[in-house]
């Protein structure tokens, strides 16, 4: 049996490129385990190594100086009867591991996640840590700058148009939550207010949106 990893691009936050290939031999979770503590770790979120100093092959991005070009590690998929793809085996593959822990010499260094970074990393994996990683950030245009990435992964949610709730979780939010509730959560944490995300103008028109979703709540509106 042989094995299928995958690891992938690393780019200022943003995952660029899956890339996937067979070793051979089996690639035990003790294996995995002993590569993942060669990995390198200091001041990133993610596990950073350089395939081509593995003897896995990857493209790195052309600008390796800022801090580019290395990679997450996202380890062994599955096993599989299909033919290497790369000429290693798993045992020769830790060994390569091992001998860069501590010392990968690759061109740059990783990148530090900055929290708008971070926020994107987090709707990718797990939008729940959206909102804890919000209230770290300290300069307001950076907070803006994170919660405008978190409204346009909003506006990818589908809403019941007859109840305007959400049908699908968002952040902290369950499903079938009311769409204006999200709307206040937004409003609390954008400088300029939520009708700057709704419209796009840069209008501080908090009042406004508040005094709108009061008048919306009074009885017998239908609105």
């Known amino acids: 049996m042989n094995t299928i990893i ?8 943003c995952r660029v490129k899956h890339y996937k290939c067979v070793i051979s031999g089996n690639l035990t979770a003790e294996m995995e385990q002993s590569i993942r503590d060669c990995l390198y770790e200091s001041g990133v979120v993610v596990d950073g190594f350089v395939p081509g100093l593995v003897g896995l092959p990857a493209t790195s991005p052309s600008d390796s100086s800022s801090g580019l070009g290395w990679f997450e590690w996202q380890g062994a998929v599955m096993l599989t009867y299909k033919e290497p793809t790369v000429n290693i085996a798993a045992e020769q593959l830790v060994a390569n591991f091992m001998s860069r822990k501590g010392s990968w010499g690759g061109k740059g260094t990783p990148v530090p996640h900055t929290p708008l970074e971070q926020v994107k990393q987090a709707l990718y994996l797990d939008s729940q840590e959206v909102p804890g990683i919000l209230d770290t950030i300290q300069a307001p245009s950076e907070k803006d700058a994170a919660v405008l990435e978190v409204w346009n992964a909003f506006a990818d949610i589908p809403m019941d148009p007859e109840t305007e709730e959400m049908e699908e979780s968002f952040l902290h939010f ?7 509730t999200i709307w206040h959560w937004f409003d609390s944490n954008y400088s300029k207010g939520v009708h700057a995300l709704l419209y796009g103008d840069g209008v501080d028109r908090t009042e406004e949106i508040a005094r709108t979703c009061a008048e919306s709540k009074r009885p017998g509106d239908n609105q």
């Open 6 to 13: 995958e690891y992938l691009s690393y780019n200022t936050g």
């Open 174 to 180: 369950p499903a079938r939550t009311g769409r204006e």
